[in-house]
């Protein structure tokens, strides 16, 4: 025998039409700041506030602009530990790992320092022009720092020509002063 009764309705299609009523406040706990309460019923007493927050003034505007722009001229060196720990890691010899390592030391700085007036068009200002300049110089700086690193690894790794013979071809190889035997 079939039965002509709807199913019931699942427990949690219940809690969602009628939701338990909300458990009382505790006295003496001030809610957090920016904290509304429950939106159907606004809550009255002595520690709610609601006051509107006032607009920073230009030069509050001014000191955090100033604050961002040091964060991005200083995010260059944020990176060269891991950086030179991975070309310490990646060994001196000519291989694919070495070459990518050695490729993005070098264009990561190239198109940072290409890019450096777009970096902090965001922040300058008529008043803070002065101040955004010194940013931008250790921005560079830091920049020049960070391929510094890799030319340290390319010049380990031997690519650098630093010596007289690897600019003349005909110079002669040096001799030895003293020589080795193995022994058995």
Partial sequence: MASNQAPAEPYWVAQLNSPPAAKSKVAGIV???GFSGAPTAPKKGKDVKTQPRKPP??????????????????????GLPMTA?????????L???SIMMVFMAFKNPIVG????????????????????????LVYVAMQFLALAVGIW????????????SDWMMWEN????????????
Avoid at 57 to 78: C, H, M
């Fill in 31 to 33: 809610d957090p700041p």
């Fill in 113 to 136: 320092l290409m890019s450096t007036n777009q970096a902090f068009e965001r922040f300058q200002t008529d008043s803070n022009s002065g101040q955004i300049l010194q940013t931008k």
């Fill in 57 to 78: 003034s230009a030069d509050e505007r001014d000191t955090l602009k100033l604050k961002k722009a040091w964060e991005v001229a200083l995010a260059p060196v944020k």
């Fill in 85 to 93: 720990i991975m070309m310490y890691m990646s060994g001196n010899s």
């Fill in 153 to 164: 690894k390319i010049n380990s790794m031997g690519l650098l020509p630093t010596t007289r």
């Fill in 173 to 184: 190889l040096r001799e030895p002063v003293e020589h080795a035997i193995l022994a058995l």
């Fill in 95 to 97: 291989q694919i790992f």
